[in-house]
């Protein structure tokens, strides 16, 4: 019991020579932060964003455009070389590109039965535009065809192209031969008649028919 007594004075002691030591340690304020959820309204539903579906294209005017009535007609390629068209007096056509999107493009034998021939483009005439069939692409626009004089004394730029230099239309430019014009777009080439509105775009997506 004596020892027992000894132990506890001693431990008392040791104690008592901390605390009085240390500084006396003061507990600071306890801060809560509370987010308050906003209110749920039973039976609303947040709104999905709204989808703009891209405008179809129209046929734009003739202002700005370089005027090649004075040429029987006018041939020229897209900036990429992969889109051949052509403009006269009385149509427009575009070529298909190789790579285009053919997966509603009608058969030959709905758009020339009987002809032998396939279906290679898009051109508007007097009315709406329509598909057409040949051998071939005869809109070649080669710089050193009969059908580029209206492009050497524009400045314009060339597209080699399977081989071949190829006269461009600039993305942004346009062209019109009376009532019909093609302007040249990164979304592809589009023509159309000016009086009418009819029109098409072509691009490796496929066609677009306007109006």
């Not at 900036?79 to 403009?87: D, F, H, N, Q, S």
């Not at 709905?110 to 809109?139: H, I, N, Q, R, W």
């Not at 023509?191 to 691009?203: D, E, I, L, Q, Y």
Request: hydrophobic fraction near 35%; aromatic fraction near 8%.
């Amino acid at each position: 019991m004596r020892r027992a007594g000894v132990i506890g004075v001693v431990l008392l002691s040791l104690l008592t020579g901390c605390v009085g030591a240390a500084q006396a340690w003061t507990p600071g304020p306890i801060i809560t932060e509370s987010v308050t959820p906003p209110p749920v309204t039973p039976g609303t539903v947040t709104p999905s964003p709204t989808v703009t579906a891209p405008a179809k294209p129209t046929v734009p005017d003739s202002a700005g455009a370089l005027d090649v009535s004075s040429y029987e007609s006018a041939h020229f390629a897209s900036p990429t070389g992969r889109i051949w068209c052509a403009l006269a007096g009385d149509w427009a056509l575009c070529h298909f590109p190789r790579d285009m999107n053919t997966s509603k493009v009608p058969k030959s034998s709905k758009v020339c039965p009987g002809a032998g021939l396939d279906v290679t483009g898009v051109s508007v005439g007097a009315k709406a535009a329509e598909y057409f069939c040949s051998g071939g692409a005869e809109a070649l626009p080669q710089t050193d065809g009969t059908y580029t004089d209206w492009w050497r004394s524009t400045g314009y730029p060339k597209v080699k192209y399977e081989g071949q230099d190829m006269a461009t239309l600039p993305y942004g430019s346009k062209l019109v031969h009376g009532r019909f014009l093609c302007l040249s777009e990164q979304a592809g080439v589009l023509c159309g008649n000016t009086t009418t509105g009819a029109g098409f775009r072509v691009s490796r997506e496929g066609v677009t028919f306007i109006k």
